[in-house]
């Protein structure tokens, strides 16, 4: 199986295609199998690679107490280097987002295109870090599998099909206590970029699910206005996981973006 040893940790990834590589970073609390349709439907434009960042999915465990963003971009750009490559088009979904912003503050030669969905880039307000604390306290006294209904009711859109629901639970069911409790942490740390995205001088794509209720409609068009020249894609039918609810129109979306071509469908 594919590791990239980077800062003291055997971090797994799935490739596939050939040509440029495209790093596709997940979000809190999954791993990247998130990633599994983007990489069947985009292995014939770039070297697609899906890492699990540390502690996640079949990476290294971790005894860190925080997983910081900064700490995971880091990662980001060892298994960047690792994997022989200059650069990347960097393909990230929230928490991945947070991830990718860092990396582009801290490495910005790294990146050929950024691709953000379900993302912020301010930093927790004092509700969401308290929201988090008690996520955190749920996830210890009651277990990750009874906080599981609650994280898909919350992270998928109106009517999820059944694969979506599995798909997510597999995902949150198989992460680490230690790596869940990290990750909160470390989100709750992190800094406002908002500053950097009026700096940011690659192609950007920006996606949000119509209905996604963690990361709002609005907030998407904010990043997008700030963006110099970012393209936006808002899904139908999606709630925070578009690439898993509606996989074939995230492709587009991508495609359109890493072969340059003009948008054919974009709100
Ligand atoms: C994620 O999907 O990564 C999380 O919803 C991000 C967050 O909780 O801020």
Not at 83 to 98: E, H, K, T
Not at 129 to 150: I, K, P
Not at 156 to 162: E, F, I, K
Request: net charge negative; glycine share 8%.
């Amino acid at each position: 199986m594919p590791f990239a040893r980077v800062n003291g940790n055997m971090l797994f990834y799935r490739e596939v295609g050939d040509g440029p590589l495209a790093l596709f970073v997940h979000g809190f609390p999954l791993d990247h199998t998130l990633w599994l349709d983007q990489l069947k439907g985009l292995a014939h434009v770039r070297r697609c690679v899906a890492v699990d960042l540390r502690g996640f999915g079949k990476s290294d465990p971790t005894v860190d107490p925080s997983l910081t963003m900064e700490m995971l971009a880091d990662d980001v750009a060892g298994v960047i280097q690792a994997l022989g490559a200059d650069r990347a088009d960097l393909v990230s979904l929230s928490m991945g987002g947070y991830v990718a912003l860092a990396l582009y503050e801290l490495r910005p030669s790294l990146v050929r295109s950024l691709t953000l969905i379900g993302t912020r880039a301010s930093a927790d307000s004092p509700e969401a870090t308290r929201a988090r604390d008690a996520l955190a306290d749920r996830l210890l006294d009651q277990g990750r599998n009874a906080v599981a209904s609650e994280l898909v009711t919350g992270m998928l859109g109106r009517s999820p099909s059944r694969r979506a629901q599995a798909r997510l639970r597999s995902m949150i069911e198989g992460t680490r206590y230690e790596t869940l409790i990290a990750a909160l942490q470390g989100m709750k740390e992190r800094q406002d970029r908002t500053s950097l995205l009026s700096r940011i001088d690659v192609p950007t794509l920006v996606v949000g699910g119509e209905d996604d209720t963690i990361v709002s409609v609005d907030e998407i068009r904010g990043i997008v206005q700030q963006v110099p020249g970012a393209r936006i894609a808002i899904v139908p039918d999606a709630g925070h996981l578009a690439p898993i609810e509606q996989p074939d129109q995230v492709n587009q979306a991508l495609i359109e973006l890493l072969e340059g071509r003009k948008v054919v469908w974009w709100r």
